[in-house]
């Protein structure tokens, strides 16, 4: 069983500048995927405004009021993750396949009559993974120069901890530097790069003018990423069918996370006449677990009765999660103008691995949908989606606002626009044909970063946060689009589904952030090292099998 040390309580971690939550995580845990039955997947998700699936009770709730019978379902499938980086020329490919349970739910439809305004009562639930986080990434390439020990270097002059060269000394001398309130602001990666050489320093003690810390020239740097794990979603279900043309339903959501990541970032150095100087590996374990619930409300409306023509709306809560994080690191270095090799691990430190429990509330978001059908041979949905990912909260377990997490979700966070589109149309009696699409904007913005150095307070780009994390590395996710196709089944009983969904979009991945400074050092006008240029793409073969009765 792992150990979780809340560590940094001892150094007042609540100031906000301690706080390691950031907007990747934000954005991870409150953007989710398309899944569930085979034949909403197969429809792209627009079902919204269409209903009579088990999983429109996700999208709007008021779906389920147009079943008039019973129905219960299962779906299960097979994943494949691509992806594909470009470093400066280097490229790298990865993939992984995974199978998985994808969905199960019933639903219970509970006739009142035939001339009463209320026609019918149902209820519902639905278990469907609304993220899956399975994936396999690398990337690699040349550095020319930039190199994450120059970000460590940042890092500690940032904290405003590190002014003279006893200050140094004290980091690589002292047992255990991370629990001192002398340190309280010095980012941990800045300790682990002095404790291991690193950055180095050179300076006579107490005389600041003449301290200064270095980091290495970067010859090449290679990055590999395991992540494992998932959001499950459990919708509770009730809705009304009120004279067969106003649909009301309400779900109740909850929803269990569990999302784990190994990277390893290794990178070659060398000094400045441009002879090997030696290398170090940096080495990181992070989870993430909690449970969240939210409410989602929602309405169809046939506006002309006798006319299929339909209009949806939902409204979304936020999902009020509460999370642990823990994870720990290692770095190992193995440089020529030391002695020996040094290995820092953290989880030795603070015998165990380190964490912290917080809330997070993702945004509200709002759902209109226009459906209607062609006869008994053609169903047609269109939906778009809103989402302000920028208005995501950070909390500690007491309430009280994380304000530099918050502030780094306000600056980079964004927007999202998602629009939905689906069709079925009947090849026959017995079987149909199904295409959708989805355009989902990113909520992340594209200047978007991990960590910013605490510079003079006219610099614009100020903002201090991720003071106990290890892992800089983070993606800047584009747009993602989302192909869908389906062939259906119905009989007198059984029916049974098939869908094919591609997703594909890009994302500009740094494995560190080596920042330029303006001439007087007040501002950051750009980056040493550019992204890779990332591929991200998806497949996923879906059954469903069901009763309808």
Same mark, same amino acid.
């Given at each position: 069983?792992?150990?979780?040390?809340?560590?940094?309580?001892?150094?007042?971690?609540?100031?906000?500048?301690?706080?390691?939550?950031?907007?990747?995580?934000?954005?991870?845990?409150?953007?989710?995927?398309?899944?569930?039955?085979?034949?909403?997947?197969?429809?792209?998700?627009?079902?919204?405004?269409?209903?009579?699936?088990?999983?429109?009770?996700?999208?709007?709730?008021?779906?389920?009021?147009?079943?008039?019978?019973?129905?219960?379902?299962?779906?299960?499938?097979?994943?494949?993750?691509?992806?594909?980086?470009?470093?400066?020329?280097?490229?790298?490919?990865?993939?992984?396949?995974?199978?998985?349970?994808?969905?199960?739910?019933?639903?219970?439809?509970?006739?009142?009559?035939?001339?009463?305004?209320?026609?019918?009562?149902?209820?519902?639930?639905?278990?469907?993974?609304?993220?899956?986080?399975?994936?396999?990434?690398?990337?690699?390439?040349?550095?020319?120069?930039?190199? %994450?020990?120059?970000?460590?270097?940042?890092?500690?002059?940032?904290?405003?901890?590190?002014?003279?060269?006893?200050?140094?000394?004290?980091?690589?001398?002292?047992?255990?530097?991370?629990?001192?309130?002398?340190?309280?602001?010095?980012?941990?990666?800045?300790?682990?790069?002095?404790?291991?050489?690193?950055?180095?320093?050179?300076?006579?003690?107490?005389?600041?003018?003449?301290?200064?810390?270095?980091?290495?020239?970067?010859?090449?740097?290679?990055?590999?990423?395991?992540?494992?794990?998932?959001?499950?979603?459990?919708?509770?279900?009730? +809705?009304?069918?009120?004279?067969?043309?106003?649909?009301?339903?309400?779900?109740?959501?909850?929803?269990?996370?569990?999302?784990?990541?190994?990277? +390893?970032?290794?990178?070659?150095?060398?000094?400045?006449?441009?002879?090997?100087?030696?290398?170090? &590996?940096?080495?990181?374990?992070?989870?993430?677990?909690?449970?969240?619930?939210?409410?989602?409300?929602?309405?169809?409306?046939?506006?002309?009765?006798?006319?299929?023509?339909?209009?949806?709306?939902?409204?979304?809560?936020?999902?009020?999660?509460?999370?642990?994080?823990?994870?720990?690191?290692?770095?190992?270095?193995?440089?020529?103008?030391?002695?020996?090799?040094? &290995?820092?691990? %953290?989880?030795?430190?603070?015998?165990?691995?380190?964490?912290?429990?917080?809330?997070?509330?993702?945004?509200?978001?709002?759902?209109?949908?226009?459906?209607? &059908?062609?006869?008994?041979?053609?169903?047609?949905?269109?939906?778009?989606?809103?989402?302000?990912?920028?208005?995501?909260?950070?909390?500690?377990?007491?309430?009280?606002?994380?304000?530099?997490?918050?502030?780094?979700?306000?600056?980079?966070?964004?927007?999202?626009?998602?629009?939905?589109?689906?069709?079925?149309?009947?090849? &026959?009696?017995?079987?149909?044909?199904?295409?959708?699409?989805?355009?989902?904007?990113?909520?992340?913005?594209?200047? +978007?970063?991990?960590?910013?150095?605490?510079?003079?307070?006219?610099?614009?780009?100020?903002?201090?946060?991720?003071?106990?994390?290890?892992?800089?590395?983070?993606?800047?996710?584009?747009?993602?689009?989302?192909?869908?196709?389906?062939?259906?089944?119905?009989?007198?009983?059984?029916?049974?589904?098939?869908?094919?969904?591609?997703?594909?979009?890009?994302?500009?991945?740094?494995?560190?952030?080596?920042?330029?400074?303006?001439?007087?050092?007040?501002?950051?006008?750009?980056?040493?090292?550019?992204?890779?240029?990332?591929?991200?793409?998806?497949?996923?073969?879906?059954?469903?099998?069901?009763?309808?009765?």
């Amino acid at each position: 069983m792992k150990t979780k040390i809340i560590s940094f309580g001892i150094l007042a971690m609540a100031a906000s500048a301690a706080v390691a939550q950031t907007q990747y995580d934000a954005a991870r845990f409150g953007w989710g995927e398309l899944n569930g039955t085979a034949r909403y997947v197969g429809m792209g998700g627009a079902m919204s405004a269409l209903g009579a699936d088990i999983s429109a009770m996700g999208i709007n709730p008021a779906g389920i009021g147009l079943f008039r019978s019973n129905d219960v379902s299962v779906s299960f499938g097979f994943n494949k993750n691509q992806t594909e980086s470009d470093f400066g020329g280097s490229v790298v490919k990865e993939g992984r396949n995974r199978a998985s349970f994808d969905q199960v739910g019933f639903v219970y439809s509970m006739k009142v009559g035939n001339k009463t305004d209320l026609r019918y009562l149902n209820f519902g639930f639905n278990y469907h993974k609304l993220a899956n986080f399975n994936r396999q990434f690398s990337s690699r390439g040349n550095l020319n120069g930039a190199s %994450m020990s120059w970000q460590m270097q940042d890092m500690l002059l940032g904290s405003g901890d590190i002014m003279y060269q006893e200050d140094f000394d004290a980091l690589w001398k002292l047992e255990n530097p991370y629990r001192l309130e002398a340190f309280r602001y010095t980012p941990f990666l800045g300790i682990m790069g002095v404790r291991t050489g690193v950055v180095t320093s050179s300076g006579d003690e107490g005389v600041t003018d003449e301290f200064y810390m270095l980091g290495w020239n970067g010859e090449s740097g290679d990055y590999y990423s395991r992540e494992e794990g998932g959001i499950n979603a459990y919708d509770f279900n009730v +809705s009304f069918n009120v004279k067969d043309r106003f649909y009301f339903g309400v779900t109740l959501g909850v929803y269990d996370i569990n999302y784990h990541r190994y990277s +390893s970032y290794a990178e070659n150095i060398f000094r400045n006449d441009g002879n090997p100087s030696g290398n170090f &590996t940096l080495n990181n374990w992070f989870d993430t677990e909690g449970t969240g619930f939210d409410l989602k409300l929602g309405a169809i409306i046939r506006p002309f009765e006798y006319s299929p023509f339909r209009i949806g709306l939902a409204v979304h809560t936020p999902i009020w999660y509460a999370l642990s994080d823990t994870y720990t690191a290692v770095l190992d270095s193995d440089i020529s103008a030391f002695d020996s090799p040094y &290995t820092e691990n %953290m989880g030795n430190v603070f015998s165990g691995d380190y964490g912290w429990d917080y809330l997070l509330n993702t945004p509200w978001k709002v759902n209109v949908s226009l459906g209607t &059908t062609v006869g008994t041979v053609l169903a047609l949905d269109a939906e778009y989606e809103y989402a302000n990912f920028g208005s995501s909260k950070y909390r500690d377990r007491g309430g009280r606002e994380l304000a530099a997490s918050n502030e780094a979700v306000d600056k980079y966070l964004q927007s999202t626009h998602t629009v939905r589109m689906g069709m079925e149309a009947k090849l &026959t009696p017995r079987f149909s044909f199904r295409a959708g699409y989805n355009y989902a904007t990113s909520p992340i913005k594209d200047n +978007s970063a991990r960590y910013v150095p605490n510079l003079p307070t006219n610099a614009a780009d100020q903002i201090v946060y991720d003071v106990t994390r290890t892992d800089p590395e983070y993606h800047n996710l584009k747009a993602r689009n989302t192909l869908t196709l389906g062939l259906g089944y119905r009989g007198n009983l059984l029916y049974c589904d098939v869908a094919y969904k591609y997703d594909f979009y890009k994302s500009d991945f740094y494995m560190f952030d080596d920042y330029a400074f303006s001439d007087d050092g007040n501002s950051i006008v750009g980056r040493h090292n550019g992204p890779a240029n990332v591929n991200h793409d998806r497949h996923q073969l879906l059954f469903t099998l069901g009763v309808n009765f």
